[in-house]
């Protein structure tokens, strides 16, 4: 069968559908096929890479798990040479179609299809696809390896997925194992896979990173990688061995990393700082919090307390509390959303790369958290369609998912990997390896060279070891494979239904009546009722309904309250503002947060209610100590405070009486979100006199104690008060400059500590008792290259130069400006 070019781009064109925004950018590959070709995906076991057409997208849209979706034709860009594809296709081929019908939906996801249909053996091998090559096109057949068919309860009772198993060990069985969080992972696949052949490899590798002599040191690094990942494995390996010879270093990671754990339960890279008194469970350090680290350094701290009752130790009186404080701090999230990046709010959609699923096996193993168990393993179970999205690339995704899905049990596994199928048999090749594809957020796999072939791996993460692991679980060899789950975890038939239709809300919603978006406000999942909101504020029947979203709001149930929250906000209704301003003081504290959200979304609308939400951020305030952990971080003032004084309310606060204002500014100052804190540092720099002599004790706090949580954005209100402070002249802005410029952190230290040693020569003469403290200062700065703190080279002789020169300018001045002095409260 021949047709022309004309022909080809016309169905093509009829068969993306065009119109639609989502099919602008689409190339027609017939025509032109100029592509940046180190971004490609595996094609499968055919031998194939192939440039596909990736939707701009980000992580949070719509299209989450479709990031190939406007796709309907495929560029060949590698053939493996003595593989099913070679001989047959050429590099510039493209593909058109499969089983004589050209693609009308994802191209790559009806390739992955494809190939799962073709490899069943009543099919015996045959994959059929629609050629295009200069001009000309045909059907052809590439005869692929039988794999026979996934069962209904794959990976369960399912000789497929037995096969892909053993053939994945064979090849993992040759890697190395690495003396790192990379060699671990390796080593908990290889112990999941069950072979007692593995098993003196495994042996010498576990002594090596756990010898009987180990001593870790509290020091800067990244450690949570490293001793989190080593923990657990070490954990598994004793749980499956007995092997005392590793004992005495899992009780060394697990009680270091409960005594670096910061006071949320949460880890950076490395573990906390310590506490301005010096005692251990300190903030996290600027950089701030990583979930994706810190949730295995829990996990590890759970395992490894097992392992030390089993072993009949006692228990370092600091694990109990650690295990403690990442309850209270995961919890939050339950019924809220995916955990997110660190100590943020979190965000829409079942994409949380991984660290949902890390969040179910750590509830699931600490035992007795029944609600919190099943709503992450939810979560993992519905993010089939997000498992392509994730900060730096997807690898932790891949990693996890299937695991937290099954913490649900062996139907919530089944129904998970039944969704990802496609992309399973995508990802593998036809040596029986697999292949990681991803880029940042989403996107195809960049390759390394001029071969093509892709990355090997994610950074280090082996994909063999990853699909090891998710093939493995029905060996349940691991506490992280299944080997203690309780069936009173396990979903019920009804709840996997509605999880995996969950899981499709983000695409299905544009089907919904306006009624069945409504219903949807009732749903399990955060995410679907944050797409229902948004959902049916763009539709035009929506105003007609805000009087009963309105009544909603303020209802019974927590879950329509959200729902109908988000809707006003996302119409914009000003007729809601009195709402919004009641729901802030709210006994529900996530509705709190959306009613906050959806007063932003007013922009100056919202104006007229301006004093009425500085009362409710002074009645809502929660003291730093004791943490409430029902509201740990206050997401909610966060959300408050961008709006009020930096964003489109600013000119309306500036205008409200100092009685309802100050008192407000106080409580922002000392919130205990650092993106809460950050908006009052523009906001302080335009302080006039009168209002910095009046604040001026909160801003000399606000310059020297530095937020507890979310120290990312600890900077911006110690940068705004100090300028405050300094802009008027006030002599107490010299010592707390330098105690500044001490405490400010090694990121972005570079830059900052210029800036600030310009603002303490403006202080003339008046600075000349400061110079020791500058000294010592670039002591410090040296002994953090030295300490591994900061990097050496260019960047610290910045920082160093900039003190320097400000000594010398300080020494040399011999006159100062009038200054002023904070009178006490």
């Not at 100029?34 to 055919?46: A, E, F, H, I, K």
């Not at 996107?443 to 093509?452: E, P, R, V």
């Not at 205008?655 to 919130?671: E, F, N, W």
């Amino acid at each position: 069968m021949t047709k022309s070019i004309k022909t080809i781009g016309l169905l093509a064109a009829l068969a993306m559908g065009l119109t639609s925004p989502l099919f602008s950018q689409v190339p027609d590959l017939t025509t032109s096929n100029s592509v940046d070709r180190t971004l490609t995906y595996n094609l499968g076991p055919t031998g194939l890479r192939g440039w596909i057409y990736t939707h701009p997208a980000t992580y949070l849209d719509s299209f989450q798990g479709r990031t190939t979706a406007a796709s309907r034709q495929i560029l060949v860009t590698h053939v493996g040479p003595n593989s099913p594809a070679s001989g047959v296709l050429e590099v510039n081929d493209v593909i058109l179609g499969v089983n004589g019908k050209p693609f009308d939906d994802d191209a790559r996801k009806a390739f992955g299809r494809a190939i799962t249909e073709a490899e069943k053996t009543e099919n015996k091998g045959i994959l059929k696809l629609t050629r295009w090559r200069a001009g000309n096109t045909e059907n052809v057949q590439l005869k692929l390896r039988v794999m026979g068919s996934y069962s209904a309860t794959a990976p369960y009772d399912c000789p497929k997925s037995k096969l892909i198993l053993a053939e994945a060990c064979k090849l993992l069985e040759k890697e190395p194992l690495e003396q790192n969080l990379w060699g671990a992972i390796n080593g908990l696949a290889l112990l999941a896979a069950g072979n007692p052949d593995y098993l003196p490899k495994v042996q010498t590798f576990a002594r090596e990173i756990g010898p009987a002599t180990l001593k870790l040191e509290l020091k800067p690094g990244m450690l949570a990688w490293d001793w989190g990942y080593k923990l657990v494995f070490l954990s598994e390996y004793y749980l499956l061995t007995g092997d005392k010879e590793v004992l005495h270093a899992v009780n060394e990671y697990t009680v270091s990393l409960a005594k670096g754990q910061g006071l949320y339960g949460t880890f950076g890279h490395g573990i906390s700082d310590l506490t301005p008194e010096g005692k251990l469970h300190g903030s996290i350090a600027p950089y701030g919090p990583v979930n994706q680290a810190g949730l295995i350094a829990n996990l590890g701290i759970v395992m490894g307390k097992k392992c030390i009752l089993a072993g009949g130790a006692a228990l370092d009186p600091e694990i109990d509390p650690a295990i403690g404080r990442a309850a209270k701090f995961f919890a939050y999230f339950a019924d809220k959303g995916g955990i997110p990046y660190g100590e943020h709010a979190t965000g829409t959609g079942h994409c949380a790369n991984g660290k949902d699923a890390s969040a179910a096996l750590l509830f699931s193993l600490m035992g007795n958290r029944p609600a919190e168990t099943e709503f992450f393993a939810r979560m993992s179970v519905a993010t089939y369609n997000g498992r392509e999205f994730g900060h730096t690339g997807q690898g932790f995704s891949y990693l996890w998912s299937a695991l937290g899905a099954n913490v649900g049990g062996p139907a919530a596994a089944a129904a998970f990997v039944k969704e990802a199928q496609w992309h399973l048999d995508l990802t593998r090749r036809c040596d029986g390896s697999f292949v990681y594809d991803g880029g940042e957020q989403y996107g195809a796999g960049q390759t390394d060279d001029n071969t093509y072939t892709g990355k090997s791996s994610y950074n280090g993460l082996s994909p063999n070891a990853t699909y090891v692991l998710t093939y493995a679980l029905p060996l349940k060899k691991l506490c992280i494979t299944g080997r203690e789950l309780k069936r009173r975890d396990f979903l019920s038939a009804k709840e996997v239904a509605q999880t995996i239709a969950s899981g499709r809300f983000a695409l299905d919603r544009k089907q919904k009546s306006p009624q069945e978006l409504i219903a949807a406000f009732s749903d399990w999942s955060p995410s679907v009722r944050s797409w229902a909101a948004e959902e049916l504020a763009a539709r035009p029947e929506a105003k007609a309904l805000v009087p009963q979203l309105m009544v909603m709001a303020e209802g019974k149930d927590a879950h329509i309250r959200q729902g109908a929250c988000e809707t006003l906000g996302n119409l914009k209704s000003v007729e809601a503002l009195p709402v919004f301003v009641r729901l802030l003081s709210h006994e529900d504290r996530w509705l709190r947060y959306k009613a906050a959200e959806a007063i932003k979304k007013l922009g100056p609308a919202a104006a007229p209610a301006v004093p009425q939400i500085l009362e409710a951020v002074v009645s809502t305030a929660e003291p730093l100590q004791p943490i409430n952990w029902a509201d740990p971080i206050q997401f909610t003032h966060g959300v408050l405070a961008g709006n009020l004084f930096s964003g489109p309310l600013t000119p309306h606060v500036k205008q409200v009486d100092k009685s309802l204002r100050y008192p407000a500014i106080r409580v922002i100052a000392v919130t205990p979100d650092g993106a809460a804190r950050s908006p009052l540092g523009n906001y302080f720099q335009s302080l006039t006199v009168e209002e910095a002599e009046a604040l001026a004790p909160d801003l000399l706090q606000a310059l020297l104690v530095t937020c507890p949580a979310d120290t990312m954005f600890s900077i911006g209100i110690r940068e705004g008060a100090f300028k405050a402070l300094t802009r008027h002249n006030f002599v107490e802005g010299i010592e707390a400059g330098v105690a500044y410029a001490k405490t400010q952190g090694g990121h972005g230290s570079q830059s900052r500590t210029g800036e600030i040693m310009k603002e303490l020569v403006k202080y003339g003469s008046a600075a000349k008792g400061a110079i020791p403290g500058l000294k010592e200062l670039i002591v410090q700065l040296n002994d953090e290259v030295k300490n591994g703190k900061f990097p050496g080279g260019e960047l610290n002789n910045m920082r160093v130069t900039a003190v320097e020169e400000a000594i010398k300018a300080i020494e040399a001045a011999t006159t100062h400006p009038e200054l002023r002095s904070i009178k006490p409260k």
